[in-house]
């Protein structure tokens, strides 16, 4: 079952649509205000919710990053029956997928937020397989949150599956591989403050993307979850300028 206020949403709009995709451990609700905002705005937008997240962490587990990209790829069919365009939006998971179903599929553009590169150094990644039958989950740390108020409402898995971090390893292989296939415009934003990814990734990523066109949009009032932090509405703001001039380049073309 899913978790009340975690739910996946679509708001019908115009001919232009936006899949929000979500972060690791996390919920469509983490995407619901900037999907809101892109409602307002007259977009066609959808939020979808990744296989295994916002019910259980133990349905977490049994997921691989193969079933987070169907998920993807479902929602992008899903949406495309209503639209003429599809920008691709993820935050943190959501970007690292959202830039391998690019390189994989004709959307018009991607929007990502927080997202990394490679897995921070820890010693205990190289036995991560034998510690995930020994210690199935991992508890979370403190998180990096600048609007206290979002965090209070938030709703995430308190805990790390250690399996889902196997699955992010791989999957981090596997985007960093696809990176230089990725040939359409590419908005990047992060937070200088973001502890959890810290801003390095994103100028990894940049240097990888195989597209022309890119941007790296940083901002300095927010933690990793950019879209519900006190930095939002300059993001979204900067977001819809990037469909919009992207748009209007297809036109011309």
């Given at each position: 079952m899913i978790i009340p206020t975690?739910?996946?949403f679509f708001f019908p709009g115009n001919r232009i649509g936006c899949l929000l995709i979500h972060g690791f451990t996390g919920a469509p609700k983490e995407m619901r205000w900037m999907g809101e905002y892109f409602e307002n705005l007259g977009y066609?937008?959808?939020?979808?919710?990744?296989a295994g997240h916002a019910t259980q962490v133990e349905d977490m587990m049994r997921m691989q990053w193969q079933d987070w990209l169907a998920s993807v790829?479902?929602?992008y069919y899903l949406l495309k029956g209503c639209v003429d365009q599809v920008f691709v939006i993820g935050l943190s998971l959501g970007g690292i997928l959202s830039y391998l179903f690019a390189s994989q599929h004709p959307v018009s553009g991607v929007v990502t937020m927080s997202t990394p590169y490679a897995l921070p150094d820890d010693p205990r990644l190289p036995f991560v397989r034998i510690?995930?039958?020994l210690m199935p989950k991992v508890k979370k740390g403190p998180a990096d949150w600048h609007n206290p108020e979002a965090e209070k409402d938030h709703f995430e898995y308190p805990y790390f599956p250690t399996r889902g971090i196997i699955q992010l390893r791989d999957l981090l292989s596997e985007m960093r591989s696809a990176l230089p296939a990725v040939q359409v415009p590419v908005l990047l934003i992060h937070s200088?403050?973001?502890?959890?990814v810290v801003p390095h990734n994103a100028?990894?990523?940049l240097a990888a993307l195989g597209s022309q066109d890119k941007q790296l949009f940083w901002v300095e009032n927010s933690g990793h979850v950019i879209p519900r932090e006190p930095d939002r509405h300059l993001v979204f703001k900067t977001a819809d300028e990037f469909i919009q001039r992207v748009q209007s380049s297809s036109q011309v073309l």
């Open positions: 975690a739910e996946p066609t937008v959808l939020g979808v919710r990744l790829e479902d929602g510690l995930s039958g200088r403050q973001d502890t959890g100028e990894q990523i």
